[in-house]
C-alpha cells in the first residue's frame, strides 16, 4: 500500500493508494476512536457496482452504519438534495454527530463533503473515491460544494478528509468514457508540472486504458503527489499556486458550458479540448514549441479524447468565456504553458488571439 501525506499542519492527512485499500476503512474509524453513526453517502450506480466489496467492510464496523443514496449526476449536487440528505442524517442519527464517508465518484465526493464541512458546524469526514477522475482530483484538497442554477460550484466549503483510501479495483466496472474523463486530468498533471511523469504517460497510455494495475497504481499515486504538494502550498487557493490545476480550464469551461453540460461533453473532453487551445495561444504568443505541442496533441489522441471540438456553436463558446468568472474588468487570466511540465500566468491576453484559437478549435 502507498502512503501519500497531505502536510496541512493540525489538517494533515493520509491518501493510501492500492489495491485493498477500501478494506483498511474500519481500521482507520477504530484509530480516529470513532465510535458514533457512519454515513455511507453513495449513487446508486456505485452501490450496484461495487456491491461486492462493500458489505463485508461494514459488517467488520462495530459502529451504527446508515446509507444515502443519491441519484448518479450532476444535477445531485443541489441544494434540494443536500438539504434531503442533513434531513435524513438528523433523523438516523438522532443527533448524534455521525461521520461522513463519501464513497462515489466527484459528485458524491463534493456534496457528502459540503454535508460534512456543515452539518452541525462540521463533523469527520472520509473520502472512498471511486472514479478516477475523483482518485486524481477532486478527493484530494478539500474542496467541496453544490452547484446553482446559475453556476457550478457556486456554494461551497474548504473540508479536509481524516484520509482518502483510493483503491484501483474500483476502476474495473467504470464505464471507459470516465476512465478517459480521468485520463484528461492525469495528463493536465504531466504538462503543468511534470515532464518525466508525462513522458511515462506518453509511453503508458494504452496500459491506462487497458486498466493495467500497476500502472493505474503508479498514475494515480504520482497524480495524489502533485496535488498534495500544490495544495499544501496554498490550502484555501489564494495564492496564485492552486491556479496552476486550472490549466485547461478556462477554455475547457466554455466548451462545457456552450455544450449546456450535455452529454455531448464531459469535464475531461473539454479540458482535454482546452489544454490544446491554451498550447496553442501560447504558441502564438511565442512562449511554447510547436513541437511540444504536437506531443500533447498526440498525446489526448492516444488517450481517445478529441482536440477539436464539433457539433458546439462557435458564438457560444465565446459567450461562454466572456462570462467565465475568471474575466472580470475587462481581463483575463490563462494558465499557458511554456514548456511540458511548467505553466504560467498570462493576463490580458488579446481577445481577437483567444478568439481565432477558438474558431480553430471548435468546428
Ligand atoms: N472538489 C474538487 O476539487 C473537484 C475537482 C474536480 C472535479 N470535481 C467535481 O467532480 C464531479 C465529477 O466527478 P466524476 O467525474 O467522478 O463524476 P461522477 O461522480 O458523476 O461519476 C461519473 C459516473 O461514474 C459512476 N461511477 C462512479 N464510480 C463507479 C465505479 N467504480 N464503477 C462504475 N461506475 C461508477 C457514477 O455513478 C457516475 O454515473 C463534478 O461535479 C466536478 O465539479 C471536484
Ligand atoms: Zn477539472
Not at 29 to 56: C, Q, S, W, Y
Not at 281 to 302: G, H, Q, S, W, Y
Not at 320 to 347: C, M, Q, W, Y
Amino acid at each position: 500500500m502507498k502512503k501519500i501525506r497531505v502536510s496541512l499542519g493540525e489538517r494533515s492527512y493520509s491518501i493510501l493508494v492500492g489495491r485493498g485499500a477500501v478494506a483498511r476503512l474500519p481500521g482507520v474509524i477504530k484509530e480516529m476512536k470513532f465510535t458514533g453513526p457512519v454515513i455511507f453517502i453513495t449513487d446508486r450506480n456505485v452501490l450496484t457496482r461495487t456491491a461486492p466489496l462493500i458489505p463485508p467492510i461494514v459488517r467488520k464496523l462495530s459502529n451504527e452504519v446508515y446509507r444515502v443514496i443519491v441519484p448518479p449526476s450532476e444535477l445531485s449536487k443541489s441544494v434540494a438534495i443536500y438539504q434531503d440528505i442533513v434531513q435524513k442524517i438528523a433523523k438516523k442519527t438522532r443527533m448524534h454527530r455521525p461521520l461522513i464517508v463519501a464513497l462515489g465518484g466527484g459528485v458524491v465526493g463534493d456534496l457528502a463533503g459540503f454535508v460534512a464541512a456543515t452539518y452541525r458546524r462540521g463533523v469527520p469526514f472520509i473520502q472512498v473515491p471511486t472514479t478516477l477522475l475523483a482518485m486524481v482530483d477532486s478527493a484530494i484538497g478539500g474542496k467541496v460544494g453544490v452547484d446553482l442554477p446559475e453556476a457550478k460550484n457556486l456554494i461551497g466549503a474548504f473540508k479536509q478528509p481524516r484520509v482518502v483510501l483510493m483503491d484501483p479495483d474500483f476502476l474495473s466496472t467504470l464505464p471507459a468514457r470516465q476512465l478517459r474523463n480521468g485520463l484528461a486530468e492525469i495528463i493536465k498533471y504531466g504538462i503543468a508540472s511534470n515532464r518525466t511523469f508525462f513522458d511515462y504517460l506518453d509511453a503508458n497510455v494504452k496500459k491506462v486504458l487497458s486498466r493495467d494495475k500497476k500502472v493505474l497504481e503508479k498514475v494515480i499515486c504520482e497524480c495524489a503527489a502533485i496535488k498534495a504538494g500544490i495544495v499544501k502550498d496554498d490550502e484555501f487557493d489564494q495564492k496564485d499556486i492552486r491556479i496552476v490545476l486550472n490549466f485547461g480550464h478556462t477554455l475547457g469551461h466554455a466548451i462545457e458550458a456552450a455544450s449546456k453540460y450535455s452529454d455531448d461533453f464531459n469535464h475531461g473532453e473539454s479540458v482535454a479540448i482546452g489544454m490544446v487551445m491554451a498550447g496553442e495561444i501560447a504558441l502564438r504568443l511565442e512562449m511554447f514549441k510547436a513541437d511540444d505541442l504536437d506531443r500533447i496533441k498526440c498525446l489526448v489522441r492516444n488517450a481517445g479524447l478529441r482536440f477539436v471540438a464539433r457539433n458546439v456553436p462557435f458564438k457560444e463558446v465565446v459567450n461562454a468565456f466572456l462570462h467565465d468568472k475568471k474575466f472580470t474588468a475587462g481581463s483575463n487570466r490563462f494558465v499557458l504553458p511554456v514548456r511540458i511540465g511548467s505553466v504560467k500566468v498570462v493576463e490580458n491576453i488579446p481577445e481577437f488571439l483567444v478568439k481565432s484559437v477558438i474558431r480553430q478549435y471548435v468546428k
